[in-house]
């Protein structure tokens, strides 16, 4: 099981941590805080991986990066910076995907324990099986404004990620704001975010001479280019009260100059639709029967409706700006002249990118949920990692616990003791079993035979999935098939999922019989080293044969209620894994999540099969 074993006193926990190899993932706010604790705790060997650039919006919590690092790759800078505090530390940065195939179970082998500093549920949760599949002990954290929770994840031992289904996050990075918008929140997010404060907030980074400090050309330019854009805007809020134009030329320079610009930018819109420019005059003289719009604001305004909106709200707001003597604005989702500003301006936005647009009410109801990200929060859950991660090395399961953070009077911090691995969860009650194949010379048909049903002892109600379902009871087209015919190879890391079902008889209690299903056995697929043993057998078993255990039977819903009440007690308040961001909205989304429901049986007639070469395909019969 895991790497550790038998309990350990603190002194001995520290140097077995000192001594390994650990993963990073994320370098963003709560990364770049755990990379330096683990420098300051001196452990043997860091890798950092995060696929991003720095943004100019990282800056004032991401203490590793400068601004002349804007646009450079977050875990490289994020390497450069913190070697320094302890050069002792072998540091290796990737910039990548987490999910490229590349980083397969093999690679995870390495790492004595993983740290997930990530935004978005996908990424954690890929980490997550990773993990499980290869038995190394995981330390899962995020925070949402005062918000935190670190949670040690261990196979077999504590709860994985998905134990407990989450409400869905939806993280919004701050280039996919500023640049590439593809759903309605995101030209929310931009329009309350960005162009409200600039137009008529507090807007500090005006002034600052950013051009001067590029170290390169290419810097130099993208510096040079954002310098001057955020100095037009400037220019743009200074004559807001002054000029009659004020309105044209903030809304030309928006929707028509700065679309031009990011419909030129190179490899921008190779896989996205390439936004499109909106006409100050057409929509100008579209909307002239408009002129002083009070609209409801139930409905989904049209595109004039919206011009006519955000011309009257630019002119109320420069009215209070003029009046009042301190240095902006704020936005108030309850202020109508600067709702009125959200919901226009991002639907414009959102049509500009061919995006769906909203009515106010909803608008509103979206913009009311975004929470900025604390540093203070980021760098006391960084703290948490790595006294959790000692926990892990001192391999008291007694004390291991998750943690939450919460801005409470009577206290800041709870501790929960983790909890055994839901049976029910789809992700972590899994059998796992390495199988050393030749796949040039297995056939499918050999495999389930002789592997299957001889070795494992599955009935005939085997199904095997890899990605589509590659084989049943009922489509055994790919018998013949070799495995390297099927893409399955010990090269690549292939996993195989096995899915079988028994048939089960009460004890003879009732005449009824009932198919039971076997929990999943993930069947790694590994290369049989270039020789094959004396008696040509192109697959070599592990010694002793495994069953693989039933699943437990589904939790009535008393019972799951139950349980679910009993385990989580706080999370009322962390309902949401959270994420450490600048902005996150959180929604909830109806979906096949229903805390401790039970995972559903595997339907493996449902599943999409892979495209046969043979004809015969279709006129196969599926089991329903
Ligand atoms: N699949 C992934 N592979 C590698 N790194 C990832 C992956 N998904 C997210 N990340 C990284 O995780 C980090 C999370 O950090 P954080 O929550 O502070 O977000 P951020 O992108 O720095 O902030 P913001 O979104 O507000 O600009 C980011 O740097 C992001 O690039
Ligand atoms: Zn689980």
Redesign the pocket.
Known sequence: MSKISNKVGFGEALRRFQESKVLL???????CELLKNLLMSNVREICI????TI?L??LN??FLFRKHHVKQA?AIVAMKTAQSFNPNVKIEAIQ????EPRFNISWFRQFGMVFN????L??RR?VNKLCLLANIPLVESGTTGFLGQVQVIAHGKTECYDCNPKQQAK?????TIRSTPSQPIHCIVWAKSYFFPQLFGDNEENDEGIQNIAQNEAQKKEIEELARETAELAELRNSLVTDSNAFEKIFEKIYHRDIARLRAVPDMWTYRTAPTVLDLNELGQKAVHLSSPWLDEQKIWTLEENFAVLKSSIQRLSQRLKNCNSEGLSFDKDDKDTMDFVAASANLRAYSFGIEQHSEFDIKQMAGNIIP?IATTNAVIAGLCVTQALKVYQNDNDELKNVFMAKRADRVFHGEKVCKPNPYCATCSFKHMQLPVDHYRLLLKDFVKYILHDFLRYSEEVSVIKEDLIYDVDFEDNCESTLADLGISGNNNTVLTILGEEERSDNGKTADSQNVTRIPLLLEVLPMDGHTDASNIPYRLPSETTVIPLKPEPLRSSEAGKESTDTKGVDDIFEVMP?????IDIEVIDGEDVPNSGSPKPRVSSLKRKPSTTDETDTKKSKN
Request: charged share 25%; aromatic share 2%; proline share 3%.
């Open positions: 993932v994320g370098a963003g706010g709560i990364g991986i995060d696929l991003d943004d919006s990282n919590r991401q977050k990548a995907n987490i999910k500093a990530l935004d978005n996908d990424a890929h993280v919004y990075p701050v280039c990200a994420s450490e961001n600048e902005i």
